[in-house]
C-alpha cells in the first residue's frame, strides 16, 4: 500500500524486529547509527535488510519530510523476494550503499540498478502490479 509520511513521523524503531518494508518514492528518511545520520531518498529501501536476515532495526527510522512511500507488509516482502530471489541480493547490497558511500566502488551492479528503477517506478502501485513487473 502507500503510505504518507509526514515530517517527524516514526516509521520503524531500533531494536525492533521491522513489521514493514518502505520504498521511498518522494521524500526523506532518516536514521542516527553510531554517530552518524543515514538519510534515504527516492529509490531506498528501508528494513528489508533486517526482514530478511531476521535482525531488530539498529536504528529509529522518522521521515525528514513529507514523502509517498510504497509499505509492503513483512509477509508480502518476503514472498516477493521468494518469488523474486534478485530482489534479495539487490536488497542485501544496498545498506552499505546507505552507510558506507564510495565514489570509487559502484555500489549496485547495472542489472541491480535498473531493477531498482523499475520497482521504484511502480512504487505507488499495488504488491500485484510489483509482482507482474518482475514477471516480465
Known amino acids: 500500500s502507500v503510505h504518507f509520511a509526514w515530517p517527524g513521523e516514526t516509521l520503524l524503531e ?8 518502505y520504498l521511498v518514492s518522494a521524500g526523506r528518511l532518516e536514521a542516527h547509527i553510531a554517530e552518524h545520520d543515514i538519510e534515504f531518498g ?5 528494513g528489508g535488510h533486517e526482514v530478511l ?13 513529507f514523502g509517498h ?3 509492503l507488509s513483512r509477509g508480502d516482502f518476503k514472498r516477493l523476494v521468494e ?4 530482489i534479495a541480493r539487490n536488497v ?3 545498506p552499505e550503499a546507505a ?7 559502484d555500489r549496485l551492479p547495472d542489472q541491480a540498478r535498473a531493477e531498482r528503477q523499475q520497482l521504484m517506478r511502480i512504487a505507488s502501485g499495488s504488491l500485484a502490479e ?5 514477471d516480465d
Open 92 to 94: 542485501l547490497a544496498l
Open 99 to 105: 552507510v558506507a558511500p564510495d565514489p570509487e566502488v
Open 42 to 46: 527516492p529509490g531506498s529501501i528501508v
Open 130 to 134: 510489483l509482482r507482474a513487473a518482475y
Open 83 to 86: 518469488e523474486h530471489p534478485v
Open 53 to 65: 536476515e531476521n535482525l531488530p532495526l539498529p536504528a529509529t527510522v522518522r521521515s525528514l519530510t
Open 69 to 71: 512511500l510504497l509499505a
Open 14 to 21: 531500533r531494536d525492533r524486529k521491522p513489521r514493514t518494508v
